[in-house]
């Protein structure tokens, strides 16, 4: 058989099973999101309970709920026992309230805010840039997205402080530090860390509020945009957590430079995000993230480790090590050139 034939005879065996798994992702996504508005998971934390008694507990129709309830089951985040639901393993741990990490706060930011703005992805293609604006949130969306973000990134914080050595440091800089989650682990974990949060005024108030009670200790925040003021200096390290993909390449070039002017010779930069491939299509999910970037940050994007490499060297930063994190997130390490 020629290869021409081949191929004819390879595409006639394909089937658009893999066209409904990806069109059908956003009922996946709906129905998750639906599940954790209603407080299905949080419902469910002490033990099971039947549709009746779900739909009671909830004060919504036990036909409609069943539909929720239902595709949430298929979809492995609850079971059934008879005419009993509960939550699976996954649910009580992340979405129940009552486990480990709360994945809640996530949840509710993609539902209210990222799956609206995911309706502008077509004409942000379009137009080359964000056309729902860059952050452009109100004072509560602001603690939706900043909340969370946090329990988006809370696994990589955890795993940041695991990874990585802080004890050669005495002062740490988390430029776009959010609520301020990554210092509260990294000064709870390496006692002997000073640390300063740089933020928006607006995420800094979330911030403020959340660190209550550690904030003149060892966490200071300075509030200011890092690419148009000073920023303050007299740093060993500085931290960006899923910050260079709010930016496009050349404003992160320029926040590099003056992350560099942060720190004397041989100091520290940490810059945790998706690194991807060369070609940005792996890790899948970096791929997809990418859109979210677009479509929230108004002129986000994800960046290949090589391209990361290369912004090091013009701003004054030599590379280091990659290091992995948690599944997609990756840190990348740099020490600042004399
Ligand atoms: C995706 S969040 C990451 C928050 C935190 N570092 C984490 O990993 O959880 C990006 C943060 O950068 C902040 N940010 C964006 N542009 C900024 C700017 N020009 N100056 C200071 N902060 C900025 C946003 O307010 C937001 O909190």
């Not at 979210?292 to 994800?302: Q, S």
Request: aromatic letters at 8%.
């Amino acid at each position: 058989m020629t290869s021409q034939a081949a191929s004819v005879s390879n595409r006639s065996s394909a089937t658009p099973q893999l066209i409904f798994d990806i069109a059908t992702g956003f009922m996946r996504a709906k129905h998750l999101f639906v599940a954790g508005e209603l407080g299905i998971f949080e419902t469910l934390a002490k033990g099971p309970l039947t549709l009746k008694e779900l739909a009671n507990k909830l004060g919504t129709p036990q036909r409609t709920t069943r539909i929720v309830a239902d595709a949430v089951t298929a979809l492995g985040l609850l079971e059934r026992d008879g005419d009993k639901y509960q939550n699976s393993d996954v649910a009580q741990a992340f979405l129940s309230g009552c486990g480990p990490v709360d994945m809640g706060p996530f949840i509710r930011f993609w539902n209210r805010l990222s799956y609206r703005r995911w309706l502008t992805l077509e004409d942000s293609v379009r137009e080359g840039q964000g056309v729902a604006g860059e952050f452009n949130f109100s004072a509560e969306e602001q603690k939706i997205f900043s909340e969370g973000v946090e329990a988006f990134s809370a696994g990589h914080a955890l795993a940041l402080a695991n990874t990585y050595d802080f004890s050669q440091h005495k002062r740490i800089l988390d430029l776009g530090g959010g609520t301020g989650s990554f210092l509260k682990i990294l000064s709870q974990r390496y006692p002997g860390l000073e640390g300063t949060l740089y933020e928006l005024p607006a995420a800094a108030a979330v911030a403020r509020r959340n660190l209550t009670g550690q904030i003149g200790r060892r966490i200071e925040i300075v509030e200011g945009n890092f690419v148009e003021d000073p920023l303050p200096r007299g740093y060993d390290v500085v931290l960006l957590s899923h910050v260079v993909h709010v930016l496009v390449p050349e404003r992160n070039i320029e926040l590099l430079r003056r992350a560099r002017e942060a720190v004397k010779s041989g100091g520290r930069l940490l810059i945790v995000d998706f690194w991807t491939n060369p070609a940005h299509t792996e890790p899948l999910m970096a791929a997809l993230m990418a859109g979210e970037f677009l479509v929230v940050g108004g002129n986000g994007d994800v960046y290949s480790l090589e391209e990361g490499r290369g912004w090091l060297e013009e701003s004054g930063w030599r590379f280091v090590e990659h290091k992995a994190l948690s599944g997609p997130v990756t840190l990348l390490v740099a020490e600042a050139v004399a």
